[in-house]
């Protein structure tokens, strides 16, 4: 309240024409016509914003509130539609929609913000929902572009898009662009958006870089069970492009379903970035900046986490939200809101305004309430909030491009650790293969993957991402079949066991499949006469392959980095049949049966591959599970077969 009647009280002393100033001195705006102004007009962009910087008046005391922050920063909503379905965003049952009526209009939209540069915002950030599917986009940033004032105009966007407008709102005066990227797996992509749509946002990254956004920025929301293993493949992408990748941690809005087991936090993910990387550098911070940023040395771009759960940025907070209906939001996590709108179409002056801003920002408090607090707030779906991720600009550079390739994915490397996807992923994109393949052994050896376990806390069970169906309670010994599909939610659709709260033990399974090849094909591969070379060799090779890839593979499978991977084939001259036997062993919370059937599985296909030219009366056939143990349900061995039978057509 002390706020705003400071602010009341500048007002009256300044008047329409006069523009606010923290410490109470009158500070008058240039008119259209003046020296200064005309200057402004007739410079460049980028010599524009550095004129602007330069001649910042002070700041307004309605935007600052009574602990000494200024908000220079604003986020506008432009719709609350969304071509996507994003877990962590919306509800899975979707959100009512505000009527179109009672959104602001283009015109209402454009009126704040020039009464918000007015008072002082520098920067402006259109969200959504999605901001790119509402059709006058071009022309709002083309509006905001001619605002006295205003230094940046960003968009965070999820890239669907992005492709075909970003040449049109460059031009119009876009400066930044944040994009939303949570996996670089496509069929995990469309687990998570509820949609398709992965290689449309590669493409929108790919003419961000090639259009000069440096660094282009790509957020991240990492989420436990789900994209946590995709650290370090999605770090390895700041080594050869202009990216500044975003790690978020994942926050409570209504109808996600939070689950604070769910959430990775910041020192977690720094922690298993340190462990490949134990040179990351520390880079300095920004003021009121909300990431936390680091830098690989000779990397072209860096990392930056968003760390609003474990270590909130609340006493630098310096941004303003308006909701698509014409809300003001002073807080993120808060649930209080002013309608500007209304008071807008009610033909409120901008004296009123300014003191029902003034007021809103006046009663912002000092910091949020908490993540767990916050989980059991009443709050917006993220969809209807138009906030999210709080992060910081992406200015356009002139700095010289690469020669063009189809990505500009020049340098970059993955690590023999990663995931090899990354290799299939550029191939696809018809890439130079700049990326060395995985080096592979008949017997494959990694470091154990460490899990965050929670068994002693009573509310830790194994339930669905993202649903509230009924929880298998926690006792020592279970029952080792169930009547419930553990991947489906209550309403019959597909999800990912969470296994959060599973205890850590070793996990075993043996696999085996076997390929009845026929007489000529099974001599042929016995003396190595082959004409594609030794199969033998090269299924086992695959099989290994394949048990490392298997959550690449197979959607709701959790990814699983082995101890020790092996195939072993054997031939069977009676039944002119390979036998194939792949095991494979872990340290963790879930099982590894699905690696081993994948391993003896590939190894089968590859065999037929291998074979085909051959003969086509190739039959693979007993792809079973042999045995498991480690998991909590008990072990389990099959009964010997006395041998392999060929399938009867």
């Known amino acids: ?32 016509g003046e020296p200064a102004l005309q200057e402004a007009q007739v410079l460049s962009p980028a010599r524009r914003r550095e004129f602007l910087r330069d001649h910042a008046a002070p700041f307004s005391a309605f935007l600052t509130d009574s602990f000494g922050r200024r908000h220079n920063y604003l986020r506008i909503s432009l719709t609350e539609k969304c071509n996507l379905r994003c877990q962590y965003c919306m509800p899975e049952e979707g959100v009512p929609l505000t009527p179109k009526a009672d959104l602001l209009t283009t015109r ?58 970003l040449p ?50 790509v957020n991240c929301v990492v989420m436990r069970g789900l994209n946590e293993d995709e650290l370090l493949d999605f770090v390895a992408l700041s080594e050869g492009l202009p990216l500044d990748v975003r790690f978020i941690e994942y926050m409570p809005f209504d109808g996600n379903k939070w689950n604070f087991k769910k959430m990775v936090s910041y020192k977690e993910m720094l922690d298993r970035i340190q462990q490949h990387w134990p040179e990351l550098q520390k880079l300095p ?54 309608s500007l709108r209304d008071h807008l179409r009610a033909g409120a002056s901008e004296e009123e305004l300014l003191s029902i801003i003034g007021a809103a920002v006046g009663r912002k408090k000092q910091q949020h309430a908490g993540m767990f607090n916050i989980a059991q707030m009443k709050n917006r779906p993220m969809i209807l909030i138009g906030c999210f991720p709080k992060l910081q600009d992406a200015p356009l550079t002139s700095s010289s491009l690469p020669p063009r390739d189809p990505l500009h994915i020049q ?27 995985v080096h592979l052994r008949l017997e494959a050896v990694s470091p154990r993957r460490f899990y965050s ?35 489906l939610d209550s309403e019959g659709r597909a999800a990912m066991v969470d296994v959060g709260g599973k205890p850590m033990t070793e996990r075993v399974a043996v696999a085996s499949a076997v390929v009845f090849l026929g007489p000529e094909a099974f001599h042929l591969l016995r003396q190595n006469q082959l004409q594609k070379g030794d199969a033998l060799a090269v299924a086992q090779l695959a099989g290994i392959q ?49 690696e081993a059937l994948t391993s003896a ?37 099959r009964g010997s077969d006395s041998e392999p039978s060929r399938p009867q057509l």
């Open 168 to 217: 049109r709102l460059q031009a119009a005066g876009l400066s930044a662009i944040n994009i939303s990227l949570d996996t670089l797996v496509p069929a995990k992509f469309e687990f998570i958006a509820r949609r398709k749509g992965f290689h449309k946002v590669m493409e929108g990254i790919h003419k961000a870089i090639e259009l000069g956004f440096d660094p282009v920025k």
């Open 1 to 32: 309240m002390a706020a705003w009647s400071v602010s009341r009280t500048l007002w009256r002393v300044l008047g329409a024409a006069g523009r606010g100033c923290s410490s109470g001195a009158p500070v008058t705006l240039p008119r259209s």
């Open 453 to 487: 376990s929670h068994s002693k806390d009573p509310d830790s069970s194994t339930k669905c991402l993202n649903t509230e169906t009924l929880a298998i309670p926690a006792t020592p010994r279970l029952s080792p079949f169930s009547d419930q599909l553990t991947h």
């Open 546 to 594: 394949a048990a490392k890839l298997t959550s690449q593979l197979i959607p709701l499978c959790h990814h699983v980095t082995l101890s020790h991977t092996q195939v072993q084939l054997e031939l069977d001259a009676a039944h002119h049949a390979v036998v194939i036997q792949a095991s494979c062993r872990a340290w963790g919370p879930t099982g590894v049966e699905m």
């Open 411 to 437: 340098g970059l490397r993955a690590r023999g650790s990663f995931s090899s996807h990354m290799e299939t992923m550029w191939s696809r994109w018809g890439l130079p293969h700049v990326l060395p393949l």
């Open 285 to 338: 911070e920004e003021a009121s900046s909300t990431a936390k940023a680091f830098r690989v040395p000779g990397f072209r771009g860096q990392i930056s986490f968003i760390t609003s759960m474990s270590e909130h940025f609340c006493g630098t907070c310096n941004r303003l939200r308006i909701t698509a209906d014409g809300n003001l939001k002073v807080c993120l996590f808060g649930n209080s809101e002013v």
């Open 108 to 165: 209402e939209i454009l009126t704040l913000s020039r009464l918000f540069v007015k008072e002082g915002v520098d920067k402006i950030r259109l969200t959504g929902g999605e901001p790119l599917i509402r059709p006058d986009v071009l022309d709002i940033v083309a509006q905001l572009q001619q605002l006295d004032g205003l230094k940046t105009i960003a968009i965070t966007t999820n890239g669907i898009n992005l492709a075909r407008l």
């Open 601 to 637: 599985t590939i190894a089968a296909l590859t065999l037929y591959d291998m074979c085909k030219a051959v003969s086509r009366d190739i039959i693979l056939g007993d792809i079973k599970l042999l045995s498991k143990t480690g998991g909590q349900r008990g072990d389990f061995s």
